[in-house]
């Protein structure tokens, strides 16, 4: 491939292999500078959360605002580990069935609240304790083999979200069936943007916070006045065709799609997105599906993550009734195989 220059970041988003050339590129090369009698803006990539994160700032303090992202990153990326046996989601994980009440930490107790509330509200589409079906499907997302009949119907007994209690007078959780474990891998970038959005904003900066090109967040908008615009990629043309552009400012977009993660066999597409009900790849008739939520939601990144899930999941019909229902006010633009099918009137050219 031909290397391009690297574009501003305002600008709509590059094609992904593209865009992780020059995201590792800039590992090295990005800084921070003022320019003469303009905003000192600072621009930075990190691998980090499982995906390659870009995040740009412009204001006075771009430079601490960007560098105390990156560490909550860092910081975040050890909360969410459940392989060293005493970080919290081990404990959760090795006490599954035994009725022990494990404590969680202040952040990952509030995510875990939220995901059992809107586990409730989309009937178990969005379902934190998935765990033990997405470990099985990792493994066939890698060897291109579909797992068993009787292996998924193994696994899905040791998945559900009403498995999971909570208890709030000590902020502690328990799973109550022996080896269930949890998958925070669908919230972790949303809860990311939000930590994120928030240092911006005490910061007085405005930017771009981009995670992995599935979870973006915009705080403020250009410097020109317009808001920033953020290209959907079209689920199945080859890049650079994209859905539309989509402005964005002051807002959280998070995309959940059957196109990243995927192997067909036999003529029949398997992704990462499973449904609960079945054990396998959600087929809900559509390919991908965008939800955008204000930034006045304090927890938008967090709750689109879910979100996007849930309505791949449950698909379009479904998902436009749930809308109106909800406790936030949420947009979504949904894609079949030939393109956009719903949330049309969000996209500009």
Known sequence: MQEKQKPPIENIKEAPLLFLILALIS????GCSP?????????????VLGTVARLAAEGDTAEIAVTECLNRLDTLDRLFDDDAPSAPLAKLRDSAGTGEWIPMPPMLWHILYLSQSYSE???????ITIDPLSTLWKKSLVEGVPPSDEEIMTAREKVGWEKLELRASDQSARLTEKDMSLDLGGVRKGFALDECRRIYEAYHVTGLIDLGESSIAAVGKKKDGEPFRVALRHPREALPARLGVLPLEDAVLSTSGDYEHFFIADGVRYHHILDM??????????????????????????????LSTAFFVIGKEKSL???????????????DDSGVIAGENLLRE
């Open 27 to 30: 590992f090295f090369m990005a």
């Open 35 to 47: 320019t003469p009698h303009a905003p000192k803006r600072c621009e930075r990539t990190a691998v």
């Open 121 to 127: 509200q989309t009937g178990g589409a969005w379902d």
């Open 277 to 306: 009900r079945t054990g396998f790849p959600a087929k809900s008739g559509i390919a991908s599906v965008s939800v955008l939520i204000d930034a006045n939601e304090p927890d938008a990144g967090l709750i689109s993550d879910m």
């Open 321 to 335: 009734d749930l809308l109106p229902y909800l406790p936030v006010r949420a947009e979504a633009v949904f894609a």
